[in-house]
T-cell receptor, first 115, second 112 residues
Framework: AQKVTQAQTEISVVEKEDVTLDCVYE???????LFWYKQPPSGELVFLIR??????QNEISGRYSWNFQKSTSSFNFTITASQVVDSAVYFC????????????FGKGNQVVVIP | EAQVTQNPRYLITVTGKKLTVTCSQN?????MSWYRQDPGLGLRQIYY???????DKGDVPEGYKVSRKEKRNFPLILESPSPNQTSLYFC???????????FGSGTRLTVV
């Protein structure tokens, strides 16, 4: 079964610092999909990005960037020049190409940006 | 607006009193799922549905029931709630696996 590990539970940074969230995954499937979600203090889950296993291009969206490395089974997320509004829990998730369309989530990273 | 709507947002109930959390999506999605979120345990799938009348268990189905009589609706039923079902619940829908899920706003349930 698929598994996602986010080792750091809580990360505190001072505003304008960069922060990188590590995500390591396990799957036996050759086709799979990776995601990052943000959960702000209000509680909803906000989709940030998806990546399929055949697309190893890194991506940048504003202050957010993602580094997908199949060789190390990692899909890391960096917030550049963090802002207080980035304070949230960030989840990495994995879906395989067969079975019940189950999104397997990591435990999440609580990011606290200190003004 | 494309969305997943779940109700209620907050619910306090007593042990053993049957309740239903409703979920509806307006995106014509095939897949729907229920997740629960607990501190230290992350999000875990309760039940999922791949289409109308097709449902199956996820990781933590005990104590829950679901039905999918129409494509847009996927209610979560707790026949006899217990305190260990106190949690934050999310309904989600997806058109295909590669898209990931769109989540509802969550239902915070407390069973006393």
């Amino acid at each position: 079964a698929q598994k996602v590990t986010q080792a750091q539970t809580e990360i505190s940074v001072v505003e304008k610092e960069d922060v990188t969230l590590d995500c390591v995954y396990e799957t036996r499937d050759t086709t799979y999909y990776l995601f990052w979600y943000k959960q702000p203090p209000s509680g909803e889950l906000v989709f940030l990005i998806r990546r399929n296993s055949f697309d190893e291009q890194n991506e940048i969206s504003g202050r957010y960037s993602w580094n997908f490395q199949k060789s190390t089974s990692s899909f890391n997320f960096t917030i550049t020049a963090s802002q207080v509004v980035d304070s949230a829990v960030y989840f990495c998730a994995l879906s395989e190409s067969y079975g019940n369309n189950r999104l397997a989530f990591g435990k999440g990273n609580q990011v606290v940006v200190i003004p | 607006e494309a969305q997943v709507t779940q109700n209620p947002r907050y619910l306090i109930t007593v042990t053993g009193k049957k309740l239903t959390v409703t979920c509806s999506q307006n995106m014509n999605h095939e897949y729907m799922s229920w997740y629960r979120q607990d501190p230290g345990l992350g999000l875990r799938q309760i039940y999922y549905s791949m289409n109308v009348e097709v449902t199956d268990k996820g990781d933590v189905p005990e104590g829950y029931k679901v039905s999918r009589k129409e494509k847009r609706n996927f209610p979560l039923i707790l026949e006899s709630p217990s305190p260990n079902q106190t949690s934050l619940y999310f309904c989600a829908s997806s058109f295909r696996r590669a898209d990931g899920y769109t989540f509802g706003s969550g239902t915070r349930l407390t069973v006393v």
